[in-house]
T-cell receptor, first 115, second 112 residues
Framework: DSGVTQTPKHLITATGQRVTLRCSPRSGDLSVYWYQQSLDQGLQFLIQYYNGEERAKGNILERFSAQQFPDLHSELNLSSLELGDSALYFC??????????????FGSGTRLTVV | DAKTTQPPSMDCAEGRAANLPCNHSTISGNEYVYWYRQIHSQGPQYIIHGLKNNETNEMASLIITEDRKSSTLILPHATLRDTAVYYCIVRPTYSSASKIIFGSGTRLSIRP
């Protein structure tokens, strides 16, 4: 157990639907990062939050949004889902905006299947 | 962030040392070399990092060349559980843009 909790572990939904993925960072970590990994593809950085504020954006679609709450957990919202959104979604956390020497701690991911 | 180049795949016999190379010829003076690995569909796992000196921990050793343009991750006694994709990343430890950008990595296969 890495200390980063992602729920749900698996999610199957239909095209056009909206889902919310949840991430609880490791205790004491203020930064949360979201990554998408499609089948046999690399890890694509989506977005980063630090202590409730958005800090960096990657290749995140306009249909996707995220937020970090006062208790530091984060949610990634995916709407108008398409088949191509099927992927593993990973959350990672770190101590603060300036990544500690050990880098990130990743969760075990949410596997989203859009049918 | 500096770009890294890794071989797409490697294999190693169980019990032998696995040596994974990484080229990072454009690395800057304030950039560290980090290694992560991803075991099939699991979240990436931090392995080790270094600046210019060789580093060792319970998982692996990191050898960085004197000019810092390349490095080698060494798994001293590879086991089947070390089969994974290994990512070499270079980035400043302290940066306002702290996201880690993953490349394609090296897919390491350990054969019995």
């Amino acid at each position: 157990d890495s200390g980063v909790t992602q729920t749900p572990k698996h999610l199957i939904t239909a095209t056009g639907q909206r889902v919310t993925l949840r991430c609880s960072p490791r205790s004491g970590d203020l930064s949360v990062y979201w990554y998408q990994q499609s089948l046999d593809q690399g890890l694509q950085f989506l977005i980063q939050y630090y202590n409730g504020e958005e800090r960096a954006k990657g290749n995140i679609l306009e249909r996707f949004s995220a937020q970090q709450f006062p208790d530091l957990h984060s949610e990634l919202n995916l709407s108008s889902l398409e088949l191509g959104d099927s992927a593993l979604y990973f959350c990672a956390s770190s101590v603060d905006l300036q990544v500690a020497n050990y880098g990130y701690t990743f969760g075990s991911g949410t596997r989203l299947t859009v049918v | 962030d500096a770009k890294t180049t890794q071989p797409p795949s490697m294999d190693c016999a169980e019990g032998r040392a696995a040596n994974l190379p990484c080229n990072h010829s454009t690395i800057s003076g304030n950039e560290y070399v980090y290694w992560y690995r991803q075991i099939h569909s699991q979240g990436p796992q931090y392995i080790i990092h270094g600046l210019k000196n060789n580093e060792t921990n319970e998982m692996a050793s990191l050898i960085i060349t004197e000019d810092r343009k390349s490095s080698t991750l060494i798994l001293p006694h590879a086991t089947l559980r070390d089969t994974a994709v290994y990512y070499c990343i270079v980035r400043p430890t302290y940066s306002s843009a702290s996201k880690i950008i993953f490349g394609s990595g090296t897919r390491l296969s350990i054969r019995p």
